[in-house]
């Protein structure tokens, strides 16, 4: 059971004598507390089910794909992108605003993660390029993180709604964290997987190149013995 001991404190030995009211106080503030530990709970899985979801696109040679979402002014966006196959694992990314402004520009980017505020509401764009590929798919996988905008009341705030911000705000920043950690983790999984198919193909072509040597050595040896043999014999006249 979830309750601070300041709280008992407090009734015990501040509020008087124990006694059926003191106690049945302390049972309320108990559940008080198991309320918002539960309502705490729950406002974080809804921000990790609300949180960005990674996704995978294949952009064809001389192709470009876009993707759109609508943010509100005053909150941050994200993206967050890896080249998991094609060509030498680079992609150019554009990514602009709603009156066509280039917020960012890179090319031949074969990674990358990019947070900005949003400074007017409306549809940014995210596109991908593989223009400069002739004709090898690149496979991305990305992820467009858009975070809540303020709430705030209007007028000064009372205790409650203090409290109530607070508690969102812890919320956000935790969400974020474990958004972060989640990011990391998809990150750290492509690049096994990236590597592991590097690993791959570097020893299936060491295990053709040394079979290819083993029969090139069977050949000579096999030339070499036929030549010798062929030197060494005698030819009779008859």
């Given at each position: 059971?979830?309750?601070?001991?300041?709280?008992?404190?407090?009734?015990?030995?501040?509020?008087?004598?124990?006694?059926?009211?003191?106690?049945?106080?302390?049972?309320?503030?108990?559940?008080?507390?198991?309320?918002?530990?539960?309502?705490?709970?729950?406002?974080?899985?809804?921000?990790?089910?609300?949180?960005?979801?990674?996704?995978?696109?294949?952009?064809?040679?001389?192709?470009?794909?876009?993707?759109?979402?609508?943010?509100?002014?005053?909150?941050?966006?994200?993206?967050?992108?890896?080249?998991?196959?094609?060509?030498?694992?680079?992609?150019?990314?554009?990514?602009?605003?709603?009156?066509?402004?280039?917020?960012?520009?890179?090319?031949?980017?074969?990674?990358?993660?990019?947070?900005?505020?949003?400074?007017?509401?409306?549809?940014?764009?995210?596109?991908?390029?593989?223009?400069?590929?002739?004709?090898?798919?690149?496979?991305?996988m990305f992820s467009i993180e858009v975070s809540d905008a303020p709430h705030r009341p209007a007028g000064a705030?009372?205790?409650?709604?203090?409290?109530?911000?607070?508690?969102?705000?812890?919320?956000?920043?935790?969400?974020?964290?474990?958004?972060?950690?989640?990011?990391?983790?998809?990150?750290?999984?492509?690049?096994?997987?990236?590597?592991?198919?590097?690993?791959?193909?570097?020893?299936?072509?060491?295990?053709?190149?040394?079979?290819?040597?083993?029969?090139?050595?069977?050949?000579?040896?096999?030339?070499?013995?036929?030549?010798?043999?062929?030197?060494?014999?005698?030819?009779?006249?008859?």
């Open positions: 059971m979830f309750f601070s001991i300041s709280t008992v404190v407090k009734v015990l030995f501040i509020r008087g004598p124990i006694d059926f009211a003191n106690w049945r106080l302390i049972y309320n503030e108990m559940n008080m507390n198991r309320r918002l530990l539960s309502t705490f709970c729950a406002l974080v899985l809804l921000q990790l089910l609300r949180a960005s979801e990674a996704f995978i696109v294949t952009v064809d040679a001389h192709n470009e794909e876009c993707f759109f979402e609508k943010v509100e002014g005053g909150t941050k966006f994200g993206i967050t992108f890896e080249v998991i196959e094609g060509g030498f694992l680079d992609i150019d990314i554009k990514i602009t605003g709603p009156d066509n402004n280039v917020i960012h520009e890179s090319e031949k980017e074969s990674s990358g993660k990019f947070t900005f505020a949003a400074v007017s509401t409306g549809i940014y764009r995210v596109c991908f390029n593989n223009e400069r590929s002739s004709m090898t798919p690149k496979l991305v705030p009372s205790e409650e709604e203090v409290g109530h911000t607070k508690l969102e705000d812890m919320i956000q920043q935790l969400s974020g964290t474990l958004t972060g950690v989640k990011h990391e983790q998809e990150y750290m999984h492509v690049r096994d997987k990236i590597h592991r198919s590097i690993n791959e193909s570097t020893n299936s072509r060491v295990v053709l190149w040394s079979t290819f040597e083993a029969l090139v050595l069977v050949l000579m040896t096999i030339g070499q013995v036929y030549y010798l043999k062929r030197f060494f014999e005698v030819k009779r006249v008859v």
